[in-house]
């Protein structure tokens, strides 16, 4: 098992990886990102993109 550290965008991936390997996972640190559930009607960037625009940083490399 490990420890899982995510800051910034990889937060969110980190959260995925516990959800769907909590098996490999000891304990999980986030910094600067909040848990956001998952939705199969949407993709995270869709709803970044809704609530900050297009220019905001994430959106913009996509």
């Not at 956001?36 to 625009?53: E, I, L, N, T, Y």
Request: hydrophobic content about 35%; overall charge positive; some cysteine.
């Amino acid at each position: 098992q490990v420890f899982v550290v995510g800051h910034d965008w990889g937060a969110q991936i980190s959260w995925y990886l516990c959800l769907f390997r909590p098996d490999k996972v000891k304990a999980l640190v986030n910094l600067s990102v909040h848990y956001s559930p998952r939705s199969p009607s949407s993709k995270p960037v869709d709803r970044m993109r809704q609530a900050f625009g297009d220019y905001y940083y994430i959106c913009r490399f996509q």
